[in-house]
């Protein structure tokens, strides 16, 4: 099912439920990369199994972000409520994402400059 159809028949507040029980099992595993969605970090419970780990968050300035959800809101509910919303929970969730244990400023550089500084910085 997806995000969309989920948060549809169940709800947002369903969804992260889900979320938070997925994350705990994962969390269990051994040498993965789990990428999350920009919401994960809401639950204080996802925060303290990321900070177990090295909790990586990419930042990127509003802008860019912006322009990545224009392209591809589809499939994602919270990103189609318009700007001032995405703004709203972008400035919110900041406080959360800088709790992270390595932040990397990326703009628009490539994946593989990113993935660099990321390799970099967990020397």
Partial sequence: MTIEKIFL?????????????????LARSEKIVV???GGAI??????????RGHWIYLDVPFSVLQHRLNKNS??????RKG??????????????YRQASCIIRCGT????????????RLK
């Fill in 9 to 25: 028949r169940f709800g947002e507040g369903w969804f992260r439920q889900y979320e938070s029980k997925f994350l705990a099992e």
């Fill in 35 to 37: 990428s999350l969605g």
């Fill in 83 to 96: 700007t001032d919303i995405i703004l709203a929970l972008y400035r919110r969730r900041q406080f959360l």
């Fill in 109 to 120: 550089d490539r994946p593989d400059f990113i993935c660099q500084k990321i390799m970099n």
């Fill in 42 to 51: 809401l639950a204080d419970a996802n925060r303290q199994i990321l900070k």
């Fill in 74 to 79: 589809r499939g994602r509910p919270l990103a």
